[in-house]
């Protein structure tokens, strides 16, 4: 991952200063408390906010991937019986996304004190910051974080640092839960979700670090000033990750809203004439060139566009690499991903990476048809949305590189270079 | 109203549940249930119930058709 760029805070798109990456310090060292709070001044106490009316009236939405309403989820957790528990979800097994990386590893604190800002408002007496095993830097500088803070700021919560197995699943929150809980990471069948019954059997809330980052600034400055930057249906900033044929790969903020178009000028314009955009991670979609001229960073946009935004992971492909190529080499990642508890899940990818991994190959046969059936087969048969991710991704292939099979068909491939970073394997 | 679900993880494929439900579970070419969320009444509902009871690793579920789960 190219992540290590981002040491520098771009100017925010759009109205304002940056606002999350605000603290990020040019020395590329993780902050220290005294530089945090120089840069975004002390959290208000807990009993002077009302914080899930505030996450409310700001629209914070899950920065993870799957978008889910902030406050709803705040409030699920509260409504239950026990004393709850608080993840912050620094996994980010996403191989396409380093924003979560650069969040723990450059304002730990941040992240703690969103963590720490939601345990007080649900009477949490724990959270955890989880974080890839193979995140050292992160995980250094949130354990010095940690330590930095002493026991005076986070009276009466105990945060703590806590490496899981990387590895793609084992971010999903049920496979977290599950870890904590019996060091297994792998997910869980659900009901009962982590809000109802979680690590230790508290109702737990699991929110992505930059959800809670977020979170940390909405407690101190409030909604008015969450919704300055964004739309009125996606208000706020977010960080998103862009690699590929772009000149300064990294993870950059934008105000949601800002055009693609920006973005990639942000990131230095593109180094090559451009063949498509993955967006939204692999568990996200390609979008063809010409369908994201004008395409925008919001969910709305580009789900008219059959695209999610997902975890803001954006990869653009130049021309000289294969769609179907680039295509089986993530399928064959996501099916080696499966945690191998779910027959369709284990089954189902495999058949479909075959299938892409053939056609890559020019083999001649024609097996879209059949193809399409597993892709549509395999959506919502896992016990974790696994398969329902790689679904969407596989679909968008046959849908944007429709073209390319058809070369592939008749032995023919236009682009030979790799692109896509796939753990374990060389580009 | 009831509907049926599969645990994904329990579940090994035997198969049974297709054989005692055909209303509702057809298997894919691995032999794994693929499920129709439809909710089940009358005669379905009775094949439902004999098919979760079959199952041999307790992988069948009914559920309230308005559960949030899918
Ligand atoms: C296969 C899979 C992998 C996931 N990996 C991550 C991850 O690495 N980090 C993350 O924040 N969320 C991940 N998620 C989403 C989490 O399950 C969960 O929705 C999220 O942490 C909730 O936080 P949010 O509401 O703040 O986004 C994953 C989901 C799935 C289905
Ligand atoms: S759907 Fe796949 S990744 Fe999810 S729990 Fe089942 S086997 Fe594991
Ligand atoms: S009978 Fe049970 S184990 Fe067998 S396929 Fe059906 S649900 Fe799975």
Known sequence: ?427 | MKRVRVNPITCEGHGLCAELLPERIQLDEWGFPIVDREPVAGEAARHAARAVEACPTLALLLEAASDRSR
């Open chain 1, 1 to 427: 991952m190219t992540a290590m760029r981002a040491t520098r805070a771009p100017e925010l798109i759009g109205p304002g200063p940056p606002r999350l990456l605000a603290g990020v310090s040019s020395a590329g060292a993780p902050s220290t408390l005294d530089e945090h709070l120089s840069v975004y001044g002390q959290l208000p106490p807990a009993g002077a906010i009302d914080l899930p009316a505030l996450v409310d009236a700001s629209g914070l939405r899950g920065l993870g991937g799957a978008g889910f309403p902030t406050a709803t989820k705040l409030r699920a957790v509260a409504s239950q019986r026990g004393r709850p528990f608080v993840v912050a979800n620094g996994a980010e097994g996403e191989p396409i996304s380093g924003k979560d990386k650069v969040l723990v590893r450059y304002l730990p604190h941040l992240v703690l004190d969103g963590a720490a800002a939601a345990a007080h408002a649900l009477g949490a007496r724990e959270a955890i910051v989880a974080l890839s095993r193979a995140d050292r830097d992160g995980i250094d500088a949130l354990s010095a974080a940690i330590a930095e803070r002493g026991g005076g700021l986070d009276k009466r919560v105990r945060l703590r640092a806590i490496a899981v197995p990387d590895g793609f699943v084992a971010g999903e929150e049920t496979a977290l839960v599950q870890f904590l809980n019996r060091g297994v990471a792998k997910p869980t069948f659900t009901p009962p979700l982590p809000f109802e019954r979680g690590v230790g059997k508290a109702p737990t809330l699991v929110q992505n670090v930059e959800t809670l980052a977020q979170l940390a600034l909405i407690a101190r400055f409030g909604p008015v000033w969450f919704r300055a930057v964004g739309t009125a249906d996606e208000p706020g900033s977010a960080l998103v990750t862009i690699s590929g044929a772009v000149a300064e790969p990294g993870v950059y903020e934008v105000a949601l809203g800002t055009p693609l178009r920006e973005l990639v000028a942000q990131a230095g314009g593109v180094t090559e004439h451009v063949r498509a955009f993955l967006v939204g991670g692999f568990f996200g979609s390609w979008l063809g060139e010409r369908e994201a001229a004008d395409a925008s960073l919001l969910e709305g946009d580009l789900r008219s566009r059959g695209a999610r935004l997902g975890a803001r992971a954006i990869v653009v492909l130049p021309t000289s690499a294969c769609g179907i190529c680039e295509t089986a080499r993530a399928m064959r990642y996501l099916a080696d991903s499966s945690a191998g508890q779910c027959g369709p899940c284990v089954y189902g990818l495999d058949a479909i990476a075959r299938s892409f991994e053939r056609l890559a190959a020019q083999q001649s046969r024609d097996e879209r048809k059949q193809l399409s059936r597993w892709i549509q087969q395999v959506r919502g048969r896992g016990a974790c949305r696994h398969p329902d991710g790689a679904a969407a991704f596989a679909t968008s292939a046959l849908k944007v590189f429709a073209r390319e099979s058809e070369l592939h068909l008749r032995g023919r491939c236009e682009g030979k270079r790799r692109v896509l970073p796939i753990p374990g394997i060389a580009a």
